[in-house]
């Protein structure tokens, strides 16, 4: 989660939890009366039915071929969503116009944010596509690297090997074929599409604090108006790229249309339910939701996957889940020390 203190836009491309909702430096986000535990459960909860919900979809085949349409539902359903949130007598927040050329390269980022993972879903374990999405702090640091020539403590850097190589090994061993139909693999595909959607959400967290100090709006003023936009980008392609389904092709032993219903409604629910964790609990918190959400969903993933407790890839999730809760911890004891040392000289001064 980006950080959602003075200065948030630098520190948010900084940040390895990538999200639609950041925090901005112009405009101030409104406090949440609910308790912090409250959100908090609700975003794991929600992220967790996401999650598993989208993966019960995409195990049809039809549906698997049809990730524009997917991705257009989940955007229009958000973007109705914020419409009543923005709405009185609700008022959670006020929309604002932005220039549309200006928004194209953002909407254009956030459908590859979202399409590219859940193809690496639809071809992949569920372990390995939350393992994988682990690379994404490796990935924006080196991205703020390059970009920004923007560092990291040394202790954080040496966090980041176990890390990645942890991922390697599950991802190594967890699309190894085996003769059991039972346990389930990942394919090339997913590996491509996981990484690959690494990259892509890597370059959304990085380049949308940009568009926050930019346009001075906050989360919510910034979904409301790239969601619809990613979504009429996506009819354009829909024809010639989706093969659209029947109904009839609708996971069975459920009302038709259910599981695409919920899984708009939990999706949307996440988009916006992050905000609230960073608004209402601050960075730590927030972290410590991300790294619990990971343990829930891998240790779910596998009990479903049907490996064993020995298998190889669980030496790798240890170890790349350790690297990413050491480079956390490492990362947030700098930055209080960065805090302390401006307070420091800020009395110094007066």
Not at 320 to 349: C, D, E, F, Q, W
Request: proline share 6%; net charge positive.
């Amino acid at each position: 989660m980006h950080d959602p203190e003075k200065n948030a836009g630098k520190e948010a491309t900084r940040d390895a939890s990538p999200g639609l909702l950041a925090s901005s430096d112009g405009a101030a986000e409104p406090k949440p009366a609910s308790h912090p535990l409250q959100v908090i459960s609700w975003m794991v909860v929600n992220t967790l039915a996401t999650v598993f919900t989208n993966k019960a979809i995409f195990s049809e085949p039809m549906w698997k071929q049809s990730q524009l349409t997917f991705a257009s539902i989940h955007f229009l359903t958000t973007w109705f969503i914020l419409f009543l949130l923005s709405r009185s007598p609700v008022g959670v927040f006020v929309p604002r116009r932005a220039p549309t050329l200006h928004l194209i390269p953002l909407a254009t980022a956030m459908c590859f944010n979202v399409i590219l993972p859940n193809l690496s879903l639809a071809y992949s374990t569920v372990t390995f596509y939350q393992i994988a999405r682990i690379m994404l702090t490796p990935t924006v640091a080196i991205m703020n690297l390059v970009l920004y020539d923007q560092g990291l403590p040394r202790g954080a850097v040496l966090a980041l090997i176990p890390t990645c190589l942890g991922v390697g090994m599950v991802t190594y061993y967890d699309s190894i074929p085996v003769g059991d139909d039972a346990t389930k693999t990942t394919s090339l595909l997913g590996i491509i599409f996981a990484f690959t959607g690494v990259f892509a959400s890597s370059l959304y967290t990085v380049g949308i604090a940009g568009y926050h100090r930019k346009l001075n709006m906050n989360s919510m003023q910034l979904l409301f108006l790239q969601a619809p936009m990613a979504c009429f980008l996506l009819l354009f392609f829909i024809p010639f790229i989706d093969k659209l389904p029947t109904l009839g092709h609708v996971p069975i032993r459920l009302n038709k249309g259910i599981l695409i219903i919920m899984s708009t409604l939990f999706a949307s629910l996440v988009n916006i339910s992050q905000f609230y964790i960073v608004a209402q609990t601050g960075p730590v918190s927030s972290t410590v939701v991300g790294h619990i959400k990971t343990c829930i969903i891998v240790g779910l993933g596998w009990a479903i996957s049907g490996r064993p407790i020995g298998d190889k890839s669980a030496l790798g999730v240890v170890i790349a889940v350790a690297g990413i809760t050491s480079y956390s911890s490492k990362m947030l004891k700098h930055k209080r020390m960065k805090a302390n040392g401006a307070g420091v000289m800020a009395a110094g001064k007066n």
